[in-house]
């Protein structure tokens, strides 16, 4: 989640407006050392809810089963802008796109990703995890996460990759516009639970929808992004607690 919206990640929820590094004068971060996720919550104290209980990433596991409604995607083509941030690579997206949960409509603010994943599945990590970020109305967020696993080469990757931003505040304008549908998985069966943003400011009450179906890339594309991006930019995963993954 610097001049874009990052997220993991650079909203707030429950109504906390895009924020975080969007700002010139935000508090620095990085993913390891002194200023890695373990110190997050000292950096600053709009950085508190780093240390909160509700966290995100986790290692989705013992799920409970439910009647958990089908997510509905009303994705158009409308990523306009691909973005290296200095965290993510991230391509901003068109208004006009949204999933609809809980009869809640989320539009689509942007996607962007991490290597290796955040989220593990039974302790399982992946080499590539795709956060699509979504706000309501009112500023609550849902993030759906899809999963990568490497093997065939992924169409809509190549055709993403060649506009890559190598260096921080690279941006690239991106002609045709870039249709997420085509990232995600056939199937859009998922688990769910609550959590908050990956980086900070580590805001809580987002709902987290992870898709079960991975996707593929082949090694050259994950390798592509991993050289770009030049480190991990994983959070460590976060303690369950009382929570509940359900499924």
């Not at 158009?76 to 997206?93: A, C, E, L, P, R």
């Not at 796109?97 to 603010?109: A, P, R, T, W």
């Not at 942007?110 to 979504?134: R, T, Y």
């Not at 759906?144 to 921080?168: D, I, Y």
Request: charged share 20%; net charge negative.
């Amino acid at each position: 989640m610097l001049r874009s919206m990052h997220v993991a990640l650079l909203f707030g929820a429950f109504g906390i407006s895009f924020a975080a590094e969007h700002h010139d004068n935000a508090p620095h971060w990085e993913y390891a050392g002194k200023l890695g996720p373990e110190h997050w919550s000292g950096i600053s104290p709009k950085f508190d809810a780093c240390s909160g209980r509700n966290q995100s990433p986790i290692d989705l596991g013992h799920f409970i089963e439910a009647e958990l409604p089908p997510i509905r995607f009303e994705y158009k083509t409308g990523g306009h802008s691909f973005i290296n941030n200095g965290h993510t690579v991230q391509v901003d997206y068109d208004v006009g796109s949204d999933i609809s949960i809980d009869n809640i409509d989320f539009e689509l603010k942007q996607f962007h990703f991490h290597a290796p994943s955040e989220n593990l599945i039974d302790g399982k990590s992946f080499p590539i995890e795709a956060h699509f970020v979504h706000s309501d109305s009112q500023g609550n967020l849902a993030v759906v996460a899809v999963m990568f696993v490497q093997g065939q080469s992924n169409p809509a990757l190549e055709k993403l990759w060649t506009h890559m931003p190598v260096k921080p505040e690279d941006r690239q304008d991106l002609s045709p516009e870039v249709p997420a549908a085509d990232l995600l998985p056939a199937s859009r069966d998922y688990y769910r639970y609550e959590g908050s943003l990956t980086t900070p400011p580590c805001s809580e009450g987002v709902r987290w929808l992870v898709l079960k179906q991975p996707v593929s890339a082949s090694a050259a594309q994950i390798q592509q992004l991993m050289k770009v991006l030049g480190h991990p930019n994983n959070r460590p995963v976060q303690p369950i607690g009382a929570r509940v993954v359900l499924e």
